[in-house]
């Protein structure tokens, strides 16, 4: 069955940063568009960024814009999000998805992981 498991979360200091990595099993990897979301306390969950299927393009929230860098590794079906000058407004959950580029209805999330900036 499908996995994704997000790991790399962790406390940080302002502008500092953080490497995120979603391990996805049980796809074809290629075939998803990935992305991190993240969500706070009485707040929506927000997408941060987008990374296509192979070939495809990628996509940032303006917020983190600059900063932050969505990758894949299609060998180790794994994405990265390499988040740099951190800010506290960055603390929240982040999480995984993976959506099938081809049948949408298949859509997965992780479990999430913590990131908390703070002095």
């Known amino acids: 069955q499908v996995q994704l498991v997000e790991s790399g979360g962790g406390l940080v200091q302002p502008g500092g940063s953080l490497r995120l990595s979603c391990a996805a099993s049980g796809l074809t990897f290629r075939h998803f568009v990935m992305s991190w979301y993240r969500q706070t306390p009485g707040k929506e969950r927000e997408l941060v960024a987008t990374?296509?299927?192979?070939?495809?393009?990628?996509n940032y929230a303006d917020s983190v814009k600059g900063r932050f860098t969505i990758s894949r590794d299609n060998i180790k079906s794994t994405v990265y999000l390499q988040m740099n000058s951190l800010k506290p407004e960055d603390t929240a959950v982040y999480y995984c998805?993976?959506?099938?580029?081809?049948?949408?209805?298949?859509?997965?999330w992780g479990q999430g992981t913590q990131v908390t900036v703070s002095s």
């Open positions: 990374l296509t299927i192979p070939g495809g393009s990628t």
């Open positions: 998805n993976a959506r099938n580029y081809y049948i949408e209805t298949f859509n997965y």
